[in-house]
C-alpha cells in the first residue's frame, strides 16, 4: 500500500484527472498513513508488554509520524487553474512516499529473514524483534543499504536543497519588491516635497 497508493494517485492524475490531483484522494492516502502509523506504534507497545526489545526511538518515530500525517490531512490542495504549481509539494511528497515505500518493502524483507535465521539458531522466538548480532540472507544487504543511505539520502538531500532554493528566491523577491516599493514612496514624497518648496 505504501508504493501502491501514491503511484496510483500519481498516475491518475495525468490519466484522469487532467494533472490536478483531487483533495478527497490526497486526503484518503493521508488518512491511510495516520492509521498505518497509529497501528504500527500500538503494535509495538504490545510487543513491548509481550516482552519483546524494541528500542523506545521507533514508537517515538511512529508517533511523530502520526502527528506528521494529521498535520498533512489539513493541507489545502488547490485545484484548477494552474494546480500543478499549486501541488507541487504534493506531487514531490508523493514521489517521496515511493521511494520510502521501496526502502520499507526491501527492509522488511530482510528482516524477516533475519528473524527467520535467529528463530532456527534458537536465539529468538516469535515475539521477538530482529537486532543486529547474525546475518540474513547473502546479498540482501548489498541491496538495502544502499537504498537504505544512499538513494534515500540523495532524494531527500535534493528535495531539502529544491525547497531552500525556492525559499530562498521567494525571500529575495519579496525583499526587492519591498525595496522597489520603498524607493518608489522616496521617490513620491520627494517630487511632493519640490512641488511645494515650488508653491511657496
Same mark, same amino acid.
Given at each position: 500500500?505504501?508504493?501502491?497508493? &501514491? ?14 490531483? &483531487?483533495a ?7 488518512a ?5 502509523? =497509529?497501528?504500527?506504534?500500538? #503494535? *509495538? @507497545? /504490545?510487543?513491548?508488554?509481550n516482552?519483546?526489545?524494541? #528500542?523506545p526511538?521507533?514508537i517515538?518515530?511512529?508517533?511523530? $509520524?502520526?502527528?506528521?500525517?494529521? /498535520?498533512?490531512? %489539513?493541507?489545502e490542495?488547490?485545484?484548477? &487553474?494552474?494546480?500543478?504549481?499549486k501541488?507541487?509539494g /504534493?506531487?514531490?511528497f508523493? #514521489?517521496?512516499?515511493?521511494m520510502?515505500?521501496? +526502502?520499507?518493502?526491501?527492509? @522488511? ?7 527467520? %535465521?535467529?528463530i532456527?539458531?534458537?536465539? +529468538? ?5 530482529? $537486532?543486529? !548480532? =547474525? +546475518?540474513?540472507? !547473502? ?6 543499504? &544502499?537504498?537504505?543511505? %544512499?538513494?534515500q ?7 531539502l536543497?529544491?525547497?531552500a /532554493?525556492g525559499?530562498?528566491? @521567494?525571500t529575495? *523577491? %519579496? ?7 520603498? +524607493?518608489?514612496?522616496?521617490?513620491a514624497k ?11
Amino acid at each position: 500500500m505504501f508504493l501502491l497508493f &501514491p503511484s496510483i494517485l500519481l498516475l491518475l492524475r495525468w490519466w484522469i484527472w487532467d494533472g490536478c490531483l &483531487p483533495a478527497l484522494a490526497v486526503q484518503m492516502y493521508q488518512a491511510w498513513l495516520l492509521f498505518l502509523y =497509529t497501528s504500527f506504534a500500538l #503494535r *509495538e @507497545n /504490545v510487543l513491548i508488554v509481550n516482552g519483546s526489545d524494541i #528500542r523506545p526511538w521507533w514508537i517515538y518515530h511512529h508517533y511523530l $509520524a502520526m502527528l506528521m500525517a494529521l /498535520v498533512s490531512l %489539513t493541507w489545502e490542495i488547490k485545484g484548477q &487553474p494552474d494546480c500543478s504549481s499549486k501541488q507541487r509539494g /504534493v506531487q514531490l511528497f508523493l #514521489r517521496w512516499a515511493i521511494m520510502q515505500g521501496i +526502502a520499507m518493502h526491501l527492509q @522488511n524483507r530482510y528482516q524477516r529473514q533475519r528473524l527467520r %535465521t535467529r528463530i532456527a539458531l534458537g536465539k +529468538a522466538k516469535r515475539m521477538d524483534v530482529v $537486532a543486529g !548480532e =547474525t +546475518a540474513g540472507v !547473502e546479498g540482501q544487504l548489498l541491496l538495502l543499504y &544502499p537504498v537504505l543511505f %544512499t538513494l534515500q539520502v540523495v532524494v531527500c538531500g535534493i528535495l531539502l536543497v529544491v525547497m531552500a /532554493v525556492g525559499n530562498f528566491v @521567494n525571500t529575495m *523577491e %519579496t525583499l526587492m519588491l519591498k525595496l522597489r516599493f520603498k +524607493a518608489k514612496m522616496k521617490r513620491a514624497k520627494s517630487r511632493q516635497d519640490l512641488s511645494r518648496q515650488h508653491q511657496n
